[in-house]
């Protein structure tokens, strides 16, 4: 079975700070997908980025960027130049390669950006 | 805007009733997703549903039930609705092509209140 684990469930990060988001996952899989979604007050969810398994560099999207620790089976996410409009909940999310693609999400973050 | 469109975006309604969610996923993806997010939660999957066909089941009730049309939208239709029922649906599409894993597009949500 493939597990997803956030352990912080929240964070505090002043403005124009960074801040790093944990994610820890459990698979048996060599071929998957790795997620974070953004869901903030609105409650609408919202990719971040994105990192597939087979490549070796990490997914970098503006401000956001991730380290992914294939071998250690970690997944964080960095947030530079922290923004208030960064205040959300994070959800880390798996998706391996089968017929199904079926998403498992981690229990979420909350982060909130203080000005 | 992820191209997911649901509706209604509210709904209130009584115990024991019978409610319809309807998606209508981006353009061009043939596969749907059903999630449901109770207050502070995570998102548990219900259903996928592929070019009208059931895909993949998840944790969903024997009083709920989905299905796609030729036209790819869905609809959830929850039925003998309980107090516990209350909680944000969500509906995602992706494209559906063969080899997955794939990155799935969430719509704005359902809040279905159930008194």
């Known amino acids: 079975a493939q597990t997803v684990t956030q352990s912080q469930p929240e964070m505090s990060v002043q403005e124009a700070e960074t801040v790093t988001l944990s994610c820890t996952y459990d698979t048996s899989e060599s071929n998957y997908y790795l997620f974070w979604y953004k869901q903030p007050p609105s409650r609408q969810m919202i990719l971040v980025i994105r990192?597939?398994?087979?490549?070796?560099q990490n997914a970098t999207e503006n401000r956001f960027s991730v380290n992914f620790q294939k071998a250690a089976k970690s997944f964080s996410l960095k947030i530079s130049d922290s923004q208030l409009g960064d205040t959300a909940m994070y959800f880390c999310a798996f998706i391996k390669r089968d017929n199904f693609n079926k998403f498992y999400f981690g229990s979420g973050t909350k982060l909130n950006v203080k000005p | 805007d992820s191209g997911v469109t649901q509706t209604p975006k509210h709904l209130i309604t009584a115990t024991g009733q019978r409610v319809t969610l309807r998606c209508s996923p981006r353009?061009?993806?043939?596969?749907v997703y059903w999630y449901q997010q109770s207050l502070d939660q995570g998102l548990q999957f219900l259903i996928q549903y592929y070019n009208g066909e059931e895909r993949a089941k998840g944790n969903i009730l024997e009083r709920f039930s989905a299905q796609q049309f030729p036209d790819l939208h869905s609809e959830l239709n929850l039925s003998s609705l309980e107090l516990g029922d209350s909680a944000l649906y969500f509906c995602?599409?992706?494209?559906?092509?063969?080899?997955?894993?794939?990155?799935?597009?969430f719509g704005p949500g359902t809040r279905l209140l159930v008194l």
């Open positions: 990192q597939e398994a087979y490549k070796q």
């Open positions: 353009s061009g993806d043939l596969s």
């Open positions: 995602a599409s992706s494209r559906g092509l063969a080899g997955g894993p794939e990155t799935q597009y």
